[in-house]
């Protein structure tokens, strides 16, 4: 691709569903890249809860080597990091990025380094290594929400270190996965447009559960099919709490100016706090205690022509999540099965609204999300 090219080092922190989905998808079509946009992607570090894998400058560029690891995250079940040669115990986070900070400097090449956090780490771990990044003039692609739902504080001095714009920091993938739900926000923005709201169904999992209620399923055996059927964590509670719902509708309203932080988001769980300490199979067991509530709430909706749908609702000055009732000829009365749907109210779009909708989850889906917010930046790297 001659003097045009450039190379763009990748340091991935998180080999689950997300992590493996996307070192397949880099993997596979690194040349393809290379070809079209003269982009060269190079993997130079992978990291888990655990351990760390610093690829050199041979691995880094090896097709063999690349597809060995690819073949090993890819069999059933996945090999772990842990287990690769070369693989190294991390003594930090923080530690694994100086490593290739240092890298870089000695390479002196010019190629850039984005810290790509696909990992369920906290904010506590990760906002450092991105701010890390950043400040050394570096990127960084999140499709962990977490590092954006700290203190305000934090939040602001990364974005301040990202670049006027957080032109360096990307987090498509934080709220819809690969839906355009943060950069029709920027666009709009850009265009100097208002948004005055945003309205959405973020949780698949809560999706499904109203679109069962509505169909007259009682709750408990409609969150008792959502966990069969794999659509919740392995304990309900983590969706059914909506503090995952509520991190989307944080990291929106700070998008869209405010101040907020999590503690302030409204959130409405769909159970009751004596519940939350209970193990997994006794808060299953527990869950006919709710049904009437629940059948009450489903038939008062009716009775007014409407259904339930756990909702965000997004403005500059609030933030809340939670059951609302709408009109079931609308938009999200309409809406069925796990897909999320994104209502954004502004000036321009305000008597008939801009809507987004399609699926907002799924390990592939939210790899592809991530790799195009990689190649955004290295666009302009
Ligand atoms: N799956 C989706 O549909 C989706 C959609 C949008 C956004 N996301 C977000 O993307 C992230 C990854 O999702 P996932 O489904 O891939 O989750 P996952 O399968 O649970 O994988 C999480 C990964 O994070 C790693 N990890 C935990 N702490 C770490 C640390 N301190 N440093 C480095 N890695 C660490 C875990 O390591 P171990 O393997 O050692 O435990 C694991 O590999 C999450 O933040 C999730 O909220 C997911």
């Known amino acids: 691709m001659g003097g045009s090219s450039r190379v763009v080092e990748l340091v991935q922190y998180g080999m689950g569903g997300v992590g493996r989905a996307l070192f397949g998808l880099v993997t596979r079509n690194a040349s393809d890249i290379y070809n079209r946009l003269g982009i060269d992607l190079r993997y130079r570090a992978l990291v888990d809860s655990r351990t760390a894998l610093h690829l050199d400058e041979n691995s880094a560029l090896s097709p063999q080597h690349l597809g060995h690891l690819l073949a090993g995250f890819q069999a059933n079940p996945p090999e772990r990091l842990k287990d690769q040669a070369g693989a190294v115990e991390k003594p930090s986070d923080?530690?694994?990025?100086?490593?290739?900070?240092?890298?870089?400097?000695?390479?002196?090449r010019g190629a850039r380094l984005v810290v790509?956090?696909?990992s369920g780490a906290s904010e506590t771990i990760m906002e450092p290594v991105i701010s890390a990044a950043l400040r050394q003039g570096q990127y960084a692609v999140l499709a962990n929400k977490r590092p954006l739902c700290g203190p305000i504080a934090d939040y602001r001095q990364m974005l301040?270190?990202?670049?006027?714009?957080?032109?360096?920091?990307r987090y498509e993938t934080t709220v819809g996965a690969a839906l355009p739900v943060i950069s029709t926000v920027t666009a709009l923005q850009d265009a100097q447009d208002r948004v005055f709201q945003v309205n959405g169904t973020f949780s698949g999992t809560l999706a499904y559960l109203t679109s069962r209620l509505e169909a007259g399923v009682s709750y408990s055996q409609a969150v008792r099919e959502a966990k069969e059927k794999g659509f919740t964590e392995p304990d309900p509670r983590d969706d059914l709490g909506g503090v995952d719902v509520a991190r989307k509708a944080l990291i929106l309203a700070r998008l869209l100016g405010s101040s907020l932080e999590l503690k302030d988001v409204q959130i409405e769980a769909l159970y009751p706090a004596e519940l939350a300490d209970l193990d997994i199979p006794g808060f299953m067991e527990s869950l006919p205690q709710l049904d009437a509530e629940y059948a009450g709430r489903v038939e008062e909706a009716a009775r007014e022509g409407k259904v339930l749908r756990y909702l965000a609702t997004v403005t500059p000055e609030s933030c809340r999540v939670g059951l609302e009732k709408v009109a079931k000829d609308s938009p999200f009365g309409r809406l069925q099965g796990t897909n999320n749907l994104i209502v954004f109210r502004t000036a321009r779009y305000d008597q008939s609204p801009l809507i987004v909708q399609g699926p907002g989850a799924g390990a592939e889906l939210t790899a592809s999300g991530v790799l195009a917010d990689i190649l955004g930046l290295a666009r302009r790297a």
């Not at 923080?94 to 002196?108: G, I, N």
């Open 94 to 108: 923080l530690s694994v990025l100086a490593t290739e900070l240092d890298r870089l400097r000695r390479d002196d």
């Open 116 to 118: 790509v956090d696909v």
């Open 160 to 169: 301040a270190a990202a670049g006027t714009g957080a032109n360096r920091l």
